[in-house]
């Protein structure tokens, strides 16, 4: 059964940083993997994409520059590098995945076919 785990979630001030890590589970090979977040009353917005084969990494334009995503095939994780915080990146966070299909637009959620639960980000002064 394919999974989506995500950790690294929680409280920092603002300026700060916090890594999050998505480990799949359960299927040999994603075409994307990307994060999303979802503040209360908003819509789900794609904040950054990485294709798994070592091709491009996409940005949300509110994350560029202080977002980073990275992809390691021996752990089959993705990592959410996320610095300078500010009380406008909290949310609840999920992590996705594209398998058994093509990824064309890492950053829209209706390409993914899987979906973590989701770790909380709380930014505060």
């Known amino acids: 059964q394919t999974q989506l785990a995500e950790s690294g979630g929680g409280s920092v001030q603002i300026g700060g940083s916090l890594r999050l890590s998505c480990v799949a589970s359960?299927?040999?090979?994603?075409?994307?993997m990307g994060w999303f977040r979802q503040a209360p009353g908003k819509e789900r917005e794609g904040v950054a994409g990485?294709?798994?084969?070592?091709?491009?990494?996409y940005y949300g334009d509110s994350v560029k520059g202080r977002f980073t995503i990275s992809y390691s095939n021996a752990k089959n994780t993705v990592y959410l590098q996320m610095n300078s915080l500010n009380p406008e990146d909290s949310a609840m966070y999920y992590c996705?995945?594209?398998?058994?299909?093509?990824?064309?637009?890492?950053?829209?959620?209706?390409?993914?076919?899987?979906w973590g639960q989701g770790t909380q980000v709380t930014v505060s002064s």
């Open positions: 996705a995945a594209v398998f058994g299909r093509l990824c064309s637009e890492p950053l829209i959620p209706e390409q993914y076919n899987y």
């Open positions: 359960g299927y040999s090979a994603s075409y994307c």
């Open positions: 990485i294709y798994t084969s070592g091709g491009g990494t």
